[in-house]
């Protein structure tokens, strides 16, 4: 139980939801950490300017806005079906207030990988704070989300997702995810997709990280099948530490099913590296012309 996968480090919550000035924030938000790679495209100060003043600030706003009205429909939504509709409105606005259209590429039939009438567990790498607006807008059903039980102490974010019924793991006492993880699996069992971010946060160098032990327990546990999913680009259009949107196209690339029919945890090992060796097979791909 204390080996259970979740998705993001506290201290690698998006910036475009974090107050300015929140403790464990590393280096300047107004400046990439990152060098320029050779022959990158070139974003100046009219980008910075448009994403400091234009694009973060709009961000903001929906995500005050939206969120305090989510919240108010959360205590007469059971199933949290109006609060994904509001989750799903609040990622559409965001993917176009940052110019950043998104081309969805699958190695086989899409709709066998968005096939959601069966158990399915969606394994996605996480490269920016924008990945999981991107998932929202472009998963075509409703799905929950594995977090970290210190993100619930961040405003309107915690909120959200206490209220929305996403499954929260708490790893500094295992035992007090006992209820969420049993949930999660009548959820997975009864055929409510479970995202999760195996390499357990954002990358910060845009490279995918090791996956965490226990990454893909609940998938063994209900038998459910595992959709590899890689974000190509989201990291150069928003990586950590910085409000700089450098908006460009991207894509999401979605892999063959791995079945997990038969398996116990004693192949967790085996079935991560399975799937992370399919995500880098999708990360490496080229990009289509």
Same mark, same amino acid.
């Not at 559409?92 to 969805?104: E, R």
């Not at 999660?184 to 055929?191: K, N, P, Q, T």
């Not at 195996?198 to 845009?206: F, I, L, S, Y």
């Not at 063994?220 to 595992?226: P, V």
């Given at each position: 139980?204390?080996?259970?996968?979740?998705?993001?480090?506290p201290?690698?919550e998006?910036?475009?939801?974090?107050p300015?000035?929140?403790?464990?924030?590393?280096?300047?938000?107004?400046?990439? #950490?990152? !060098?320029?790679? +050779?022959?990158?495209?070139?974003?100046?100060w009219p980008?910075? $300017? @448009?994403?400091?003043?234009? /694009?973060?600030?709009?961000?903001?706003?929906?995500?005050?806005?939206l969120?305090?009205?989510?919240?108010?429909?959360?205590?007469?939504?059971?199933?949290?079906?109006?609060?994904?509709?509001?989750?799903?409105?609040?990622s559409?606005?965001?993917?176009?207030?940052?110019?950043?259209?998104?081309?969805?590429k699958?190695?086989?039939?899409?709709?066998?990988?968005?096939?959601?009438?069966?158990?399915?567990?969606?394994?996605?790498?996480?490269a920016?704070?924008?990945?999981?607006?991107?998932?929202?807008?472009y998963?075509?059903?409703?799905?929950?989300?594995v977090?970290?039980?210190e993100?619930?102490?961040y405003?309107?974010?915690?909120?959200?997702?206490?209220?929305?019924?996403?499954?929260?793991?708490?790893? #500094?006492? !295992?035992?007090? +995810?006992?209820?969420?993880?049993?949930s999660?699996?009548?959820? $997975? @069992?009864?055929?409510m997709? /479970?995202?999760?971010f195996?390499?357990?946060?954002?990358?910060?160098?845009?490279k995918?990280?090791?996956f965490?032990?226990?990454?893909?327990?609940?998938?063994?546990?209900?038998?459910?099948?595992?959709?590899?999913?890689?974000?190509?680009?989201?990291?150069?259009?928003?990586?950590?530490?910085t409000?700089?949107?450098?908006?460009?196209?991207?894509?999401?690339?979605?892999?063959?099913?791995?079945?997990?029919?038969g398996?116990?945890?004693?192949?967790?090992?085996?079935?991560?590296?399975?799937?992370?060796?399919?995500?880098?097979?999708?990360?490496?791909?080229?990009?289509?012309?």
């Open positions: 139980m204390n080996k259970i996968a979740t998705t993001v480090e201290e690698k998006p910036a475009v939801v974090r300015a000035g929140q403790p464990g924030e590393a280096g300047s938000r107004w400046d990439d #950490q990152r !060098p320029e790679t +050779s022959g990158a495209k070139h974003y100046g980008s910075r $300017l @448009r994403s400091y003043f234009i /694009l973060s600030p709009l961000i903001w706003a929906y995500t005050l806005i969120g305090t009205v989510s919240l108010a429909c959360s205590f007469f939504d059971r199933n949290g079906r109006i609060q994904h509709k509001f989750a799903r409105l609040w559409w606005m965001v993917m176009k207030t940052t110019l950043s259209p998104v081309t969805i699958g190695t086989g039939a899409l709709a066998n990988a968005f096939d959601n009438t069966k158990p399915r567990v969606y394994a996605v790498t996480h920016s704070a924008l990945d999981i607006p991107i998932l929202y807008v998963l075509p059903f409703q799905f929950r989300i977090f970290k039980s993100l619930l102490a405003p309107f974010v915690g909120w959200h997702l206490r209220r929305s019924g996403q499954v929260c793991i708490n790893q #500094q006492n !295992p035992a007090a +995810s006992i209820g969420a993880i049993k999660a699996m009548r959820s $997975l @069992r009864g055929g997709p /479970l995202v999760i195996p390499e357990g946060g954002r990358t910060r160098d845009g995918i990280q090791p965490l032990p226990g990454a893909f327990f609940l998938a063994i546990k209900t038998q459910a099948d595992i959709v590899p999913i890689a974000l190509v680009d989201t990291f150069d259009l928003l990586p950590m530490n409000y700089h949107i450098r908006c460009q196209p991207l894509e999401m690339r979605v892999g063959e099913p791995i079945s997990t029919l398996l116990t945890l004693q192949d967790t090992e085996r079935v991560s590296a399975q799937v992370k060796a399919a995500i880098e097979a999708l990360q490496a791909a080229p990009r289509s012309t």
